[in-house]
């Protein structure tokens, strides 16, 4: 994925892109895991927030907003940014640079 530059450790719950590691909350690591099972797939906020969630917590749709512009702030300060919105819909996952 993004030509073998981004790598995740589902055990470990680490993420990293081109040797650098990436610090994700545990809520942003669901995000990015569930986007990435499938790239191009695109996943309602409400799919998201049933696989994300540890608990199956009840929370706003508007939460994973937050939780998805914070991952792509975390992306986009290494230069890139996969993750794309598809309005109306939810998000997606886009695995070329």
């Known amino acids: 994925m ?3 530059r981004l790598t995740l450790d589902w055990v470990r719950h680490e993420v990293g892109f ?3 590691k ?3 909350t545990l809520t942003e690591f669901g995000i990015l895991r569930t986007l990435v099972e499938v790239p191009g797939r695109v ?3 409400d799919e998201l927030m049933d ?5 199956h917590r009840v929370v706003s749709d508007r939460t994973i907003d937050s939780h998805v512009r914070r991952l792509r702030g975390k992306f986009r ?3 890139i940014d996969p993750v794309r919105t598809v309005h109306g819909l939810g998000y997606k996952f886009n695995s070329t640079p």
């Open 2 to 4: 993004l030509g073998g």
């Open 18 to 20: 081109d040797g650098s």
């Open 22 to 24: 990436l610090e994700l």
């Open 43 to 45: 996943y309602s906020r």
């Open 51 to 55: 696989r994300a969630y540890v608990g």
């Open 77 to 79: 300060a290494l230069g």
